[in-house]
């Protein structure tokens, strides 16, 4: 993201930013809120009336400002589409007309907030930080099925899914089965060569159950050699292979847990995530007295100054509740005041939508909190004695 100019003082104020790549659409979206007021190119179809009364369409390029009133986020496509009320006065478009705002890749729209709070001006030096960027791939497979995704720092997106029909071995007939397998396998790999950017990717990690791995990656470097594909010949070191249950995006959850995964990457915001949720699973089974989810508990804990790890999610700060929001945003400043760690996790993250089934919010104490468990078994008795 490119920060153009940044005019805020005292909560108040606008920033003019530009999308440089699909993360940036991201942050954006994070960025913009409802009751937000977005200026930007667009295009607008204009009706012209003609002397003798017919009428001309035409579809001319102007600049517009909107209240935001909602936001739709396509990830394929990577456009931002906010829709609301224009505020400010067009030749073309009259004053509380609806229009459609498309936030596109390389387009320069300046953000307007009635206030900005601390979350949103570190989600701006995240988005325009040149260091982050997507530098872990992933290829998790079984026979005749692969998902080719990139780890960014903010999602895990899928880039390529790849199927093919692999005849079964027949006793006396494994020429079909190969034949398959070889077409796949083929398949795979043009997938990586297509979406992988070598230039930033730091790791590719290759999980597969059983040797599909093994084998898969045999035939890469086979072919390499013999085509003489000098990308893959100077990233060999690169990948990794890793178990996994199956070909399925939802596998990748246990890849990244792996310790050795997890050392390879151990400087990747994704990581450091994975490794967050990880501890507070532990704590919840070793020690449950420490790690807590939901927001009363998580917020009695902050009040006692008790949070070590504060693990939440981005989800939470899109809510269209101002208070609440301001809420989430107070809670993350005091765990900061008090020594804690702030983890924010991004729902299309893997690791962010684990959190999201814990309510979104977690913690990891600094010391054993009993009460707070006792105090839970007590809303339990109140809600069945309630029914």
Request: charged share 25%; glycine share 6%; proline share 3%.
């Amino acid at each position: 993201m490119k920060l153009v100019s940044k005019n805020v003082d005292k909560g108040q104020g606008t920033v003019v930013l530009i999308p440089e790549e699909s993360e940036d659409m991201w942050h954006a979206y994070n960025l913009i809120a409802e009751g937000d007021s977005v200026r930007s190119t667009t295009i607008r179809k204009v009706q012209n009336e003609t002397a003798t009364g017919s009428s001309t369409s035409s579809r001319v390029r102007t600049t517009l400002t909107i209240t935001v009133e909602t936001i739709d986020f396509d990830t394929q496509g990577c456009v931002l589409r906010l829709k609301g009320r224009n505020i400010e006065e067009n030749q073309y478009v009259k004053m509380g007309a609806y229009h459609t705002l498309d936030l596109e890749l390389n387009r320069k729209f300046e953000l307007r907030k009635p206030e900005w709070d601390s979350i949103a001006l570190e989600r701006i030096e995240m988005a325009c930080d040149p260091t982050q960027s997507a530098d872990v791939a992933a290829v998790v497979m079984q026979e005749g099925l692969a998902h080719v995704c990139l780890i960014t720092p903010s999602m895990t997106l899928v880039r390529s899914k790849i199927e093919v029909n692999i005849p079964r071995k027949r006793k006396g007939n494994i020429q079909q089965h190969e034949k398959g397998l070889i077409k796949f396998y083929e398949s795979v790999m043009q997938g990586i060569l297509r979406h992988v950017n070598f230039d930033v990717v730091k790791c590719v990690l290759v999980a597969s159950p059983g040797f599909v791995k093994d084998q898969f990656m045999e035939y890469v470097f086979q072919q390499a050699v013999k085509l003489d594909i000098k990308l893959l010949l100077d990233n060999k070191s690169k990948f990794m292979l890793v178990h996994s249950s199956s070909g399925f995006k939802h596998s990748l959850r246990e890849v990244m847990q792996e310790p050795s995964v997890m050392s390879k990457i151990s400087d990747t915001k994704a990581a450091g995530e994975v490794k967050a949720l990880e501890q507070f699973y532990t704590m919840l089974q070793c020690e449950p007295s420490k790690a807590f989810y939901g927001k009363k508990h998580v917020m009695a804990a902050a009040e006692a100054q008790a949070v070590e790890t504060l693990l939440i999610s981005d989800n939470l700060f899109r809510c269209q509740d101002v208070n609440l929001r301001k809420e989430y945003v107070q809670l993350v400043e005091s765990v900061r005041d008090a020594g804690g760690d702030v983890k924010i996790f991004s729902s299309m993250h893997i690791s962010g939508e684990q959190l999201s089934q814990l309510t979104g919010i977690a913690a990891i104490l600094r010391f054993p909190m009993p009460e707070l468990e006792e105090d839970s078994d007590g809303d339990e008795n109140v809600d069945s004695d309630s029914d």
